[in-house]
């Protein structure tokens, strides 16, 4: 092959290649999932309802397999090499990872499962799928054109676009409560993950060490220096409530608009209307 590795080669077996993070490709994809999956998303805002629930379900078993799938294909890869299976980054307890166990809950669940998998989705989810998309870590791995770097990019651009989607068909409106119940997925996971982390240094959740983030991983070495490591998963936890936020807040802020400015057109059209009447009553 021209390039010098084939699309499913693994990252042990790539040598010579330039990392690929922010690289043009990486800059090309940034800025088409920027602006077209929100184009996507209002052309797309008026589908049925029951439409998109047959979509989640089949994107669900979708989005399982493709997990599997890398997991058997990473774990294989490691054994090839004489490493093995890996607990401390093979298992799927990553806060990525609540995108496919809230897609199952909204597809499949009922009542809260499904009110709470959606709170999820369309608010913390919005942004760690983004922070994938801008940050595609696996690129300093990868070439772009691999599977590797490839599952990366698909998968937190379907974290992005499937909340996104969620929002603009109106299929899930958002409330200030929502960040809350976005929370309790996110508590859940953590719960398990935490032993885990503590057990194989893992960083699951980058709830242990935040690996690869920028003064947030200096804070972590900080407390851990001073026993206090406990502290920074506590404190790593309650982060994503104010990063569910964000989402309620922008989409608090459009509805205000909107109503603003509805207001304002419909304000002159009733003015008009009573001057007319009271006229016509005058006469």
Same mark, same amino acid.
């Given at each position: 092959?021209? %390039? ?6 693994? $990252? ?20 088409? #999932? %920027? ?5 996507? *998303?209002?052309?797309? $805002?008026?589908?049925?309802? =029951? =439409? ?27 054994? =090839? ?10 298992? !799927?307890?990553?806060? *990525? ?8 809950? #909204?597809?499949?669940? /009922? ?10 989705? @369309?608010? #913390?989810?919005?942004? *760690?799928? %983004?922070?994938?998309?801008?940050? @595609? ?8 054109? @691999? ?54 240094? #893992? ?18 070495? %900080? ?5 206090? $490591? ?6 790593? @936890? ?10 309620? *807040?922008?989409? /608090? ?10 207001? /304002? /057109?419909?304000? !002159? ?15």
């Amino acid at each position: 092959m021209m %390039l010098g590795y084939h699309f499913f080669d693994y $990252r042990d077996n790539i040598q010579n290649f330039k990392p690929a993070f922010f690289s043009i490709p990486h800059i090309i994809f940034i800025v088409l #999932a %920027l602006v077209g999956t929100p184009l996507a *998303c209002f052309f797309l $805002r008026k589908i049925n309802h =029951k =439409k998109i629930d047959i979509f989640l379900k089949v994107f669900s078993i979708f989005v399982v397999v493709m997990e599997v799938t890398i997991i058997l294909w990473d774990t294989l890869n490691q054994i =090839k090499l004489g490493v093995g299976f890996d607990a401390g980054t093979e298992l !799927p307890l990553y806060a *990525c990872s609540l995108f496919i166990y809230t897609l199952l809950g #909204a597809a499949w669940g /009922k009542g809260k499962i499904k009110e709470y998998s959606l709170s999820f989705l @369309t608010t #913390a989810g919005i942004p *760690c799928g %983004l922070v994938g998309i801008m940050y @595609t870590s696996s690129l300093n791995n990868y070439p772009f054109w @691999t599977f590797g770097a490839f599952y990366t990019m698909y998968f937190h651009l379907s974290m992005f676009a499937t909340g996104m989607f969620l929002l603009f068909t109106r299929y899930k409106k958002l409330e200030w409560i929502d960040m809350i119940r976005a929370w309790f997925p996110v508590l859940i996971l953590s719960i398990i993950a935490t032993p885990v982390n503590y057990t194989y240094g #893992a960083d699951y959740m980058q709830t242990y060490s935040a690996k690869g983030v920028p003064l947030l991983s200096s804070f972590a070495s %900080l407390l851990a220096s001073n026993n206090l $490591r406990w502290l920074f998963t506590i404190i790593m @936890t309650a982060l994503y409530i104010p990063i569910a936020a964000i989402p309620v *807040c922008i989409s /608090k802020l459009i509805d205000f608009i909107v109503k603003k400015v509805g207001d /304002k /057109k419909i304000k !002159p059209e009733s003015n008009d209307a009573e001057a007319k009447q009271v006229s016509e009553t005058e006469n």
